[in-house]
């Protein structure tokens, strides 16, 4: 395994390159179970996920072939492999976005319930629901979803849980419902960019959709799609996290290739914050950030603040200049970080699903470990304003979601060395996570 080693209080300075944004690549990828003929996508980032997603859909009879930097040819070429095994799910939730284009396609489905998480309970009663809604029979055995319907029948369904909408929910039934008999209404669906990548990507294929990035969505099925070009969005959540970076290092830098409109809520609360962004037509330039406010922050489904750029304002807010409250509507739990933050000298307490943050002058260098993807983050936040040196280790969790991240770290100035576990010296010159290596050798991953 790999770790970190930062050296803060260098301000980031320079342009960076957002990637095609991940949780919009998994459900498309998904999706092309369903397409017959090849398809072509482009930008996808190259990432732990992704690598693990590609390994599934090659399970599933799926030819994965990869061309230039970002481009893959997706064919399904052998319908007879319809099981999602327990090893490749437990390593990547978003693996449940199968369960809607093979049901469709395939008129079966056996995939493994995705394992526990590091941000809190994850059930997928939604997803079962609108299945079930649209005529699958859906059976849970050992630890796995049998789902099985010869021919999907559209419905109306309300995909609203206790906790709101659900991303990958809309993903898998709006997937399922292209191909279902009859109209298909998604009452309660969620308006995330991602999910209407999905839609756009859909209909590109020849679906009828209405109401994308609304949260009612009307499907007419149709009896086959048809493969496609397409290109993935960029990563809202990629550039968030870079935005921040760049603000509590006090310094310049400017983003390429993103959708300011992705992230008004986002952009909107920093300013009250006050780090101002200048935003372009696919580019933010974030420079001149003085003193770091305090603010209430409140992680909501999309338009809201996203749940994914919680951990990274919290970091931020550690060197604010008075006390904030972070709450987290989505996932209540999802905190584990702090106490990790803490070890760098924040001062943060947990109350209910939220943290009191008490605003300090420094933070200080120190090992820490990190939990989760976006919690890997918030420690590279940390580290790169943190006087001293900062070690991360369990940095797999950011090879899961951050493309290059040493790489693009380093061109904005960043002293950024990504080691072994045991020695101090750079592995690599360029970043090729171990975890690519031992797919390629097809030795078993550490998780
Ligand atoms: C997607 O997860 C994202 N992952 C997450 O990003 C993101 O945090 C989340 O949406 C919220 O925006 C992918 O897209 C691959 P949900 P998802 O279903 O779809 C509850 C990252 O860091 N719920 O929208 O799994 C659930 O417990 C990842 O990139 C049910 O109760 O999230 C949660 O409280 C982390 N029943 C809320 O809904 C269900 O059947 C929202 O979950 C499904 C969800």
Redesign the pocket.
């Known amino acids: 395994m790999d770790k970190l080693v930062i050296q803060g209080g260098l301000p980031l300075q320079g342009s960076v390159q957002i990637s095609g944004a ?2 919009a690549a ?1 459900p498309i990828m998904a999706a092309c179970l369903a397409i017959p003929g090849k398809t072509l996508l482009r930008s996808i980032p190259e990432l732990r996920d992704i690598t693990s997603m590609t390994g599934l859909l090659a399970q599933l009879g799926m030819s994965v072939s990869q061309g230039k930097a970002g481009e893959w040819l997706l064919e399904s070429t052998d319908s007879q492999h319809s099981v999602a095994d327990y090893e490749l799910v437990r390593k990547m ?2 693996s449940v976005c199968v369960l809607g284009p093979l049901l469709a396609s395939r008129g079966e489905a056996c995939v493994s319930l995705p394992g526990g998480c590091n ?9 079962l629901k609108g299945l079930a809604a649209l005529g699958a029979e859906i059976e849970i055995q050992s630890g796995y979803v049998i789902a099985k319907a010869a021919k999907l029948k559209g419905a109306r369904i309300f995909l609203g ?9 809309t993903c898998n039934i709006m997937s399922a419902a292209v191909l279902a008999s009859g109209t298909t209404v998604i009452e309660s669906a ?1 308006c ?1 960019p ?1 999910v209407v990548d999905l839609g756009n990507f859909l209909q590109a294929c020849g679906a009828k959709i209405e109401g994308l990035g609304t949260p009612c969505i009307t499907i007419d099925g149709v009896d086959n799609l048809s493969p496609t070009e397409y290109e993935i969005i960029p990563d809202r ?1 990629e550039a968030a996290t870079w935005i921040i970076a760049a603000a509590i290092t006090r310094g310049d830098v400017t983003l390429e290739n993103v959708v300011p409109e992705h992230l008004s809520a986002f952009l909107d609360k920093l300013t009250s914050l006050g780090v101002h962004c200048q935003v372009g037509t696919d580019s933010i330039r974030v420079s001149g950030v003085k003193k770091i406010l305090a603010g209430d922050i409140v992680s909501l ?1 999309y338009p809201g603040i ?3 750029t919680q951990a990274q304002l919290t970091a931020l807010l550690c060197l604010a200049d008075g006390t904030s409250i972070v709450t987290d509507r ?2 209540p739990e999802r905190f584990m970080y702090a106490s990790e933050l803490v070890r760098m000298g924040a001062k943060i307490r947990r109350e209910a699903n939220s943290v009191i943050i008490q605003g300090v002058n420094k933070l200080s260098g120190a090992n820490v470990m990190a939990s989760d ?2 919690a890997s983050a918030a420690l590279v936040i940390a580290a790169l304003a943190a006087e001293g040196e900062t070690t991360i280790r369990r940095i797999y969790h950011l090879d899961r ?1 951050y493309e290059n991240l040493t790489g693009k770290l380093t061109a904005l100035g960043a002293n950024v060395q990504r080691v072994s576990e045991s020695s101090r010296k750079t592995t690599h010159s360029i970043p090729q996570p171990h975890w690519q290596q031992a797919l390629l050798a097809k030795t078993p991953l550490d998780n």
Do not use: Q
């Not at 941000?119 to 997803?127: A, E, S, V």
């Not at 849980?161 to 929910?169: D, I």
């Open positions: 991940k949780n998994l939730r978003a941000i809190g309970h994850r059930p997928i009663d939604l997803h849980g206790a906790m709101g909408s659900t991303v990958t929910g969620a995330e991602e959540i489904a996203p749940t994914d989505v996932f993807l976006r979601g």
